[in-house]
T-cell receptor, first 110, second 115 residues
Framework: RKEVEQDPGPFNVPEGATVAFNCTYS??????FFWYRQDCRKEPKLLMS???SGNEDGRFTAQLNRASQYISLLIRDSKLSDSATYLC???????????FGTGTSLTVIP | NAGVTQTPKFQVLKTGQSMTLQCAQD?????MSWYRQDPGMGLRLIHY???????DQGEVPNGYNVSRSTTEDFPLRLLSAAPSQTSVYFC??????????????FGSGTQLSVL
């Protein structure tokens, strides 16, 4: 069983749309949670950390449900520049091992 | 600051050849790691290090060796390349403390093909 599972998509949405991604993790002892963004043929970059109380960064909102072991990312008012693959990431134990989901592909259409 | 620098960007090997992927960071990060990214598999941790002289295995360590003689450098060695090691390799670093607050800084990746 994979540590982190994501729907690979692709999600194709028009500009201005709201889109949501979910991710589940298998280890209830997972400690820290993140969303990373990866553009085609580029390195992943941190989009935002995910906190138990939920957190927002501009058009992006992340939420964590520890009881159900899932993480979500909501993107409002989608822009063309949001087109990328979004990676769900969790850490375990000492935080030395980061587990990545396979990513969800988003294309924002003009 | 250059951040995390990986070389080479592209490499083609024949089965059985050896090579070293280089990774260097100038942010004084204690933690460094190597990942491979394959289609449909996501990034998987190969090896990591929490400081000079300390290394440990990740999810997929077989076929790879690492060493950490300095804080700045964390090379990944393939002793006898196999076609199954064809992948994109990323080096990443972060400060060691408070992993919940720390982001991984990635290098730009190495595309490796083993024929």
């Amino acid at each position: 069983r994979k540590e982190v599972e994501q729907d690979p998509g692709p999600f194709n949405v028009p500009e201005g749309a709201t889109v949501a991604f979910n991710c589940t993790y298998s280890n209830s002892a997972s400690q820290s949670f993140f969303w990373y963004r990866q553009d085609c043929r580029k390195e992943p970059k941190l989009l935002m950390s995910v906190y138990s109380s939920g957190n927002e960064d501009g058009r992006f909102t992340a939420q964590l449900n520890r009881a159900s072991q899932y993480i979500s990312l909501l993107i409002r008012d989608s822009k063309l520049s949001d087109s990328a693959t979004y990676l769900c990431v969790v850490t375990q134990n000492t935080g030395n091992q980061f587990y990545f989901g396979t990513g969800t592909s988003l294309t924002v259409i003009p | 600051n250059a951040g995390v620098t990986q070389t080479p960007k592209f490499q083609v090997l024949k089965t059985g050849q050896s090579m070293t992927l280089q990774c260097a960071q100038d942010m004084n990060h204690e933690y460094m790691s190597w990942y491979r990214q394959d289609p449909g598999m996501g990034l998987r941790l190969i090896h990591y290090s929490v400081g000079a002289g300390i290394t440990d295995q990740g999810e997929v360590p077989n076929g790879y060796n690492v060493s950490r003689s300095t804080t700045e450098d964390f090379p990944l060695r393939l002793l006898s390349a196999a076609p199954s090691q064809t992948s994109v390799y990323f080096c990443a670093s972060r400060r060691r403390d408070s992993p919940g607050q720390q982001k991984l800084f990635f290098g730009s990746g190495t595309q490796l093909s083993v024929l």
